[in-house]
């Protein structure tokens, strides 16, 4: 996870910017991080204008209809897909990268990684992860220091991690040193990636 550490990037009272690129399914869902945010605001521990999340790409009708169902669209903002410099630029005027992973059995789930993944880490900004607890994706990024991951199976821990990132970023208490050159060693996957998104010219999936 991400150090506490004085940073100079201090947010004060300004909205954190999250952002998705990428497609969402009926596996791959903003569902446990809608409920997460529904319940931090009936408990108010947590404001519409605290976060903005910007999800761009293609997405399975699910998501939307979670989103309108919970009444959270003053917080989700909702973009089809794009050319993917624009979703590179998207990712780099963020605050924060949203991860999000397949929902497996738990007998797979220690086997899951998805290729965004590496995308991000070259962004080099903070990642929120949302990924199943024993996943690559989830060893990858606290070995990294590349930022928080979240249990997708667990409101709770969506909620106690999203909690410790905003208001870290906030108090700039939170700061941002992952481990480069651990990073360097995925760097023919990130290529990778990008290529698959060039073909596509869009926001892609995995």
Request: glycine share 6%; net charge negative.
């Amino acid at each position: 996870a991400l150090p506490i550490s004085k940073s100079n990037n201090t947010l004060c009272d300004n909205q954190i910017k999250i952002v998705h690129t990428g497609s969402l399914t009926i596996t791959r869902s903003v569902e446990t991080l809608v409920i997460a945010i529904s319940q931090l605001i009936r408990e108010n521990k947590l404001t519409e204008s605290d976060i903005e999340i910007e999800l761009i790409g293609r997405r399975d009708d699910i998501n939307d209809k979670l989103i309108q169902k919970y009444n959270l669209s003053e917080v989700f903002k909702l973009k089809d897909s794009i050319p993917h410099t624009e979703a590179l630029d998207a990712q780099i005027n963020s605050d924060v990268l949203l991860l999000i992973g397949n929902k497996v059995k738990k007998e797979l789930s220690g086997i899951v990684l998805t290729g965004k993944i590496f995308e991000y880490l070259a962004v080099k900004k903070p990642i929120f992860a949302i990924v199943p607890g024993n996943s690559e994706s989830h060893k990858i990024i606290e070995r990294a220091n590349a930022g928080i991951s979240a249990d997708i199976s667990s409101i709770e821990d969506i909620k106690e991690k999203l909690l410790f990132l905003i208001d870290g970023l906030k108090s700039g208490e939170l700061s941002y040193n992952p481990d480069k050159d651990y990073i360097m060693n995925f760097e023919y996957k990130t290529l990778t990636s990008k290529m698959a998104c060039l073909f596509d010219d869009v926001t892609g999936g995995e």
